[in-house]
T-cell receptor
Framework: DTEVTQTPKHLVMGMTNKKSLKCEQH?????MYWYKQKAKKPPELMFVYSYEKLSINESVPSRFSPECPNSSLLNLHLHALQPEDSALYLCASSQAGQGTNSQHFGDGTRLSIL | KQEVTQIPAALSVPEGENLVLNCSFT??????LQWFRQDPGKGLTSLLL???SQREQTSGRLNASLDKSSGRSTLYIAASQPGDSATYLC????????????WGLGTSLAVNP
């Protein structure tokens, strides 16, 4: 069982739909991450939140909009996605300090864009 | 620019063998190195994290070593089991930026009963 919970596990949406991915952790971590992973590739970093503030945006298109409502929750709002956005979206969390920063991952949301 | 390479890309072994997975990185100025496991269609599980000042870490049948000066790490799996079948990913964080993981492409391991 993972300590980072992502919902939904699977999502199919059309290119004009609006949906949100959700991530929750209760480990007291103050850094949270969104990654995109295509088949047989390593994860690609999208966004990092540190103490609920966006600290890294890896030049992600604006059709992806992250939100961190509190220290336990991380959302990814999706709008007008393209077929090439179909992928596994992973959330992770870690301690936010300069010490050990082992990242803990959720099981991901498998997103398919029709 | 930091680059991480994992060899071999795929490995198939009979159950019970001891095996070694290799990871190399081009810039020795790392903050730490982490080994992950990923089962098909699942998220990543952190196996071992080695800080730049450490030489090795152990957890059960797993032992990871780090030689920062030569830019190498190995993951040793003792007495492999079919349940060890998965993709193993190595990732480093560069000194001064411990948020961003730089990943290898992984080693796909199959342990056959």
């Amino acid at each position: 069982d993972t300590e980072v919970t992502q919902t939904p596990k699977h999502l199919v949406m059309g290119m004009t739909n609006k949906k949100s991915l959700k991530c929750e952790q209760h480990m007291g971590h103050r850094a949270m991450y969104w990654y995109k992973q295509k088949a047989k590739k390593p994860p690609e970093l999208m966004f990092v939140y540190s103490y609920e503030k966006l600290s890294i945006n890896e030049s992600v298109p604006s059709r992806f909009s992250p939100e961190c409502p509190n220290s336990s929750l991380l959302n990814l709002h999706l709008h007008a996605l393209q077929p090439e956005d179909s992928a596994l979206y992973l959330c992770a969390s870690s301690q936010a300090g300069q010490g050990t920063n082992s990242q803990h991952f959720g099981d991901g949301t498998r997103l398919s864009i029709l | 620019k930091q680059e991480v390479t994992q060899i071999p890309a795929a490995l198939s072994v009979p159950e019970g063998e001891n095996l070694v997975l290799n990871c190399s990185f081009t810039d020795s100025a790392i903050y730490n190195l982490q080994w992950f496991r990923q089962d098909p269609g699942k998220g990543l599980t952190s196996l071992l994290l080695i800080q730049s000042s450490q030489r090795e870490q152990t957890s059960g049948r797993l032992n990871a070593s780090l030689d920062k000066s030569s830019g190498r790490s190995t993951l040793y799996i003792a007495a492999s089991q079919p349940g060890d079948s998965a993709t193993y990913l190595c990732a480093v964080t560069n000194a001064g930026n411990n948020r961003k993981l730089i990943w290898g492409l992984g080693t796909s391991l199959a342990v056959n009963p």
